[in-house]
């Protein structure tokens, strides 16, 4: 059975300023990240679709003791996108170590970032991020998509 959409697929839509997910052509409903079966109905009929790339914030950690490799503290983020499916990734502030139960609820936009190699991984990957609505990425990058919140 093919993927109809594979994880190297869905990071390089990413790294395009696409949030790629499947939509199921038996329920309707959206998967995302990519699966072989659709997450609602575990159907197989799943058609590669363009997602909206906002989101909200349902829950998150602060990492304070990092593996190696990482800079700590960070913000590692559960976001429920507008189509449904919950998506982790870094939720990018300019201070994560002050993050409060507060943004849980905040609206967020998708982006990604690059992770350069290291010792575990197998090369290069891309992270999943959050932005909060309003407040423009602490590096600069560019958001998946500008959202109106
Ligand atoms: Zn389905």
Not at 36 to 47: P, R, S
Not at 134 to 143: D, F, I, L, T, W
């Amino acid at each position: 059975m093919a993927y109809p959409l594979t994880h190297r697929q869905y990071y390089e839509g990413l790294k395009a300023g696409k949030l790629l997910g499947l939509k199921c052509g038996k329920c309707g409903a959206i998967t995302a990240p990519p699966k072989i079966n659709c997450l609602q109905c575990n159907g197989a009929d799943l058609e590669v679709v363009e997602l909206s790339g906002q989101a909200e914030i349902k829950t998150f950690t602060v990492v304070r003791v990092p593996p190696e490799g990482m800079t700590a503290p960070y913000v590692v983020a559960l976001a429920e996108l507008a189509e449904g499916p919950w998506l982790m990734g870094n939720l990018e502030v300019a201070d994560p170590g002050a993050v409060t139960m507060d943004i849980i609820g905040r609206k967020v936009t998708v982006g990604h970032k690059v992770v350069p190699a290291d010792l575990y991984s197998a090369g290069e990957g891309v992270a999943v991020t959050f932005s909060i609505c309003g407040s423009p990425p602490p590096s600069g990058r560019e958001a998946v998509k500008k959202m109106i919140c």
